[in-house]
């Protein structure tokens, strides 16, 4: 399979991703102290909701634009400042007010919580998605951008001089044995980079082999988070995804609980969600909506 975000950006995928992303910015940059960032699959940064490619899905007029509708009034802070940053990012091109033309992808977001001193590496593989992502931040001297296999860059980059980072590992699912590279990768990381904070997405197609992916971490001190929507979402098409984060910074599991649920309840589909802290980092009763 030949993945392409261009297609799914903005959809409810991107919704759980990108709002736990901006609250882990923000809650990580709250300390006076500098802040390494990698994205290891981090794609062109931004995409066009009006291009062919975003069209013919829809997927994003069944999240991100849906969400919007409803605007920020009574949104849970997480939900608010993601809704902000996008909007603040679809700003720069001049679109028509009341109107979202273009997403923010992982890099762009964290572009925008970046502080003077801290450090981003973004790493893509794929030859045309690092291009864009070049052209994305050409000029930025705060963003490095590599055409690289973000796997081999967790060995390479970590740990970090700063001592203190975020690692986003959000991979295509290209291949069979996805989960088994995928894991690999994040225990290297946490053998060079134990204290790293690490977020770490999938997508559930296969139920047995994402609930095997999260037991297999259940030694570290993780917050699991699912998003899933209803039994009658289209054959084919990605119904439910999950987003597994090591050591998260305090404050956090407790604005997922509330995001999560309000995201849920605006989506105006049978949409389910879980937030559930295994054993490891002191469980609280999981939440869904």
Not at 65 to 74: E, N, P, Q, S, Y
Not at 150 to 168: D, F, M, T
Request: proline content about 7%; some cysteine.
């Amino acid at each position: 399979m030949n993945y392409r975000h261009g297609y799914h950006a903005g959809n409810f995928a991107d919704l759980l991703k990108h709002t736990a992303l901006c609250e882990l910015l923000r809650l990580l940059t709250a300390k006076d102290k500098k802040l390494f960032v990698l994205d290891t699959h981090a794609g062109a940064g931004g995409y066009d909701l009006a291009a062919d490619r975003a069209r013919r899905t829809g997927e994003a007029e069944a999240g991100i634009a849906r969400l919007l509708a409803d605007g920020k009034a009574g949104a849970p802070g997480a939900v608010a400042r993601y809704l902000a940053a996008v909007q603040a990012y679809d700003r720069k091109f001049g679109a028509p007010s009341g109107s979202l033309r273009r997403y923010p992808g992982s890099p762009r977001l964290i572009r925008a919580a970046l502080r003077p001193g801290d450090r981003f590496i973004a790493c893509e593989r794929h030859p045309e998605e690092a291009l864009a992502l070049k052209r994305e931040f050409a000029g930025d001297r705060a963003v490095e951008v590599r055409q690289a296999d973000g796997y081999h860059a967790i060995k390479a980059l970590l740990p970090p001089v700063e001592r203190r980072g975020l690692v986003l590992i959000d991979p295509p699912f290209e291949a069979t044995d996805e989960f088994e590279t995928l894991l690999r990768a994040v225990r290297q990381g946490l053998r060079r980079f134990a204290t790293g904070c690490y977020a770490i997405w999938y997508p559930i197609k296969d139920e047995e082999g994402a609930a095997g992916f999260v037991d297999a971490l259940k030694d570290t001190k993780l917050l699991v988070m699912e998003l899933r929507l209803g039994l009658d979402t289209a054959p084919g098409k990605l119904a439910a995804c999950g987003l597994a984060v090591i050591n998260p910074p305090w404050r956090f599991e407790e604005a997922m609980r509330e995001a999560l649920p309000w995201i849920a309840s605006r989506l105006g589909l049978d949409v389910r969600t879980t937030v559930s802290a295994p054993p490891a980092s002191a469980p609280a009763p999981a939440s869904g909506a």
